[in-house]
């Protein structure tokens, strides 16, 4: 079955900074890679998603890039902020499966 | 509305209690999934209903007891749990399959005494 890593782990960034969460996969036939921001005692909440035929996504500070061929995708933060500090898990899933596979997450923490 | 909600927020029960956790989405979605999250870790897939029909139940003891009344609910019945089950319960949603985006409810923390 699919199985998705996720790091860093931990992320600490100065205000301002970029930070990048980079995730593996192992199935070829994945398809869908959404990420999810998920603050503390909060739901998971889509921040941005990709799909396979489609190499990079950007949304305002937020972009996503996917290499099919390596199998990784990376999630990019440009000019982050205090309230970029959470947890961030990367999945992957195929049309053919109802299970969305996650990564083990990151924590970023945005120091002011 | 883009909105699914969950009823309680927080449970307490005993190890001998049956309660049962609540779901709730107006979007249309015709997929409903129960997810188990502990802490600083990722949710974890439970059960996938598809248009009201358990499809994937990930081989979850028999303690926990998925029922989808109708395309808009989702339950989740619960029975003679162990401390190690205390976590946030998740529900989700999407359109009929996930590579359609999953919108999480706000989660159940329930503690096993």
């Known amino acids: 079955g699919e199985n998705v890593e996720q790091h860093p782990s931990t992320l600490s960034v100065q205000e301002g900074d970029s930070a990048v969460i980079k995730c593996t996969y192992s199935?070829?036939?994945?398809?869908?890679f959404p990420w999810y921001k998920q603050e503390l005692g909060k739901r998971p909440q889509l921040i941005i998603d990709i799909r396979s035929n489609v190499g990079e996504k950007k949304d305002q500070r937020i972009a996503v890039t996917l290499n099919k061929t390596a199998k990784h995708f990376s999630l990019h933060i440009t000019e982050t902020q205090p309230e970029d500090s959470a947890v961030y898990f990367c999945?992957?899933?195929?049309?053919?499966?109802?299970?969305?596979?996650f990564g083990s997450g990151t924590r970023l923490l945005v120091r002011p | 509305d883009t909105e699914v909600t969950q009823t309680p927020k927080h449970l307490v029960m005993g190890m001998t209690n049956k309660k049962s956790l609540k779901c709730e989405q107006h979007m249309g979605h015709r997929a409903m999934y129960w997810y188990k999250q502990k802490a600083k870790k990722p949710p974890e897939l439970m059960f996938v209903y598809s248009y009201e029909k358990l499809s994937i139940n990930e081989s979850v003891p028999s303690r926990f007891s998925p029922e989808c009344p109708n395309s808009s609910l989702l339950n989740l019945h619960l029975h003679a749990l162990q401390p190690e089950d205390s976590a946030l319960y998740l529900c989700?949603?999407?359109?009929?399959?996930?590579?359609?985006?999953?919108?999480f409810g706000p989660g159940t923390r329930l503690t096993v005494t």
């Open positions: 989700a949603s999407s359109q009929d399959n996930p590579t359609n985006e999953q919108y």
């Open positions: 199935d070829s036939a994945s398809n869908y």
């Open positions: 999945a992957a899933t195929a049309d053919s499966s109802y299970k969305l596979i």
